[in-house]
């Protein structure tokens, strides 16, 4: 089965080659890096947030994410979270407010940084921004994230509460809480997809429209909520964690549930890649615009991929980038002698 405007690319070619993305870019060892930096910046702003909670009418929109989380997070992870939630309830320190900001922004920006250097390596192109720029772009990233889902969150329940009231008033009240329930759930899904779209479009060092709806982000939505739906029911329901774990039961669960999305996040953006490299007005392998030309292969972020001191197939394949790119080199010579 060859894909529609790919060069003649068949989806067993497809898979091939994000299997060997998968082995050569390491991307289990990303995941579980993205994992740790989120749980090292999760606290924090949760401390951030309780205690801006004297200062702003930010109590509903907090209320209301935990509204939502309880659908979508094992229950083990989320008593963990709520559990310190209220502890630092009753011993908030308003005067630490922005000290947690900042130590959340910072910690949340690392997990977007490291996300880059994933997009990077799926896009085979080393970074050519300044530290500034890049480390600029993670900050904000992280802002415009933490705010995106809180200022989403909140409308969505204040909607509907609204559009509760109103159906109420008109004797449908009971039809409104059976459509409401449903629409959630797209919902949820748009914003998952804003927020990879926004991810894969201005992380990576390289140039491209911004689209809202693309093969990583479309397919990493629906993993995500299909994996999150299967870790949560088997979590609950068969893996009894605090047996092996004992009290860090719980952290265990969290950091398996965030593991499971940062792996799919960097899969998603492996997938638009692959797909935009095939395609005939993308960009070559290496190239960071269109009508670029690809560099040869040991200048490029693959040249030893993470995966070539873990496999002997990532390894072979790049000794056989190198070599490939000695020949031409040796041939470039020859020539001009």
């Given at each position: 089965m060859v894909i529609p405007g790919i060069k003649g690319m068949s989806l067993g070619q497809f898979f091939k080659i994000l299997y060997q993305h998968f082995e050569d870019h390491a991307l289990p060892d990303r995941a579980a890096q993205l994992s740790y930096y989120f749980v090292f910046a999760m606290f924090p702003f949760l401390f951030f947030l309780v205690t801006l909670s004297a200062y702003l009418p930010v109590q509903v929109a907090i209320e209301a994410l935990f509204e939502r989380a309880s659908e979508l997070m094992p229950t083990e992870a989320l008593d963990l979270i709520k559990g310190q939630v209220d502890s630092l309830a009753h011993k908030a320190r308003p005067r630490f407010v922005t000290g947690g900001f900042v130590v959340a922004l910072w910690?949340?920006?690392?997990?977007?940084?490291?996300?880059?250097t994933a997009l990077n390596l799926a896009y085979d192109v080393k970074e050519s921004r300044?530290?500034?720029?890049?480390?600029g772009i993670a900050l904000l990233m992280t802002v415009a994230g933490a705010v995106l889902i809180l200022v989403s969150v909140t409308l969505i329940a204040l909607g509907g509460k609204l559009g509760f009231w109103v159906a109420e008033q008109l004797d449908y009240g009971n039809?409104?809480?059976f459509i409401w329930a449903v629409l959630r759930w797209p919902v949820t899904a748009l914003l998952i997809m804003l927020v990879l779209a926004l991810t894969y479009y201005l992380l990576p060092d390289v140039e491209q429209e911004f689209k809202f709806i693309t093969p990583g982000s479309m397919v990493g939505t629906?993993?995500?909520?299909?994996?999150t739906w299967g870790f949560t029911f088997y979590a609950e329901h068969f893996g009894n964690y605090n047996v092996a774990y004992g009290s860090l039961g719980g952290m265990t669960v969290l950091?398996?549930?965030l593991f499971i999305g940062g792996l799919i996040f960097?899969?998603?953006?492996?997938?638009?890649?692959?797909?935009?490299?095939?395609?005939?007005e993308g960009k070559d392998v290496g190239a960071r615009s269109a009508g670029e030309p690809s560099p040869?292969?040991?200048?490029?972020?693959?040249?030893a991929p993470p995966g070539?001191?873990?496999?002997?197939?990532?390894?072979?394949?790049?000794?056989?980038?190198?070599?490939?790119?000695?020949?031409?080199?040796?041939?470039g010579r020859g020539s001009k002698e």
């Open positions: 910690s949340a920006s690392r997990g977007v940084d490291a996300i880059r300044s530290y500034w720029k890049v480390q039809e409104y809480l629906i993993l995500w909520l299909l994996a950091l398996t549930w960097v899969l998603g953006g492996e997938m638009n890649a692959i797909i935009e490299q095939a395609s005939a040869p292969p040991s200048e490029r972020a693959s040249a070539a001191a873990k496999t002997a197939s990532s390894a072979r394949r790049s000794r056989l980038r190198f070599w490939e790119a000695f020949g031409r080199r040796r041939r």
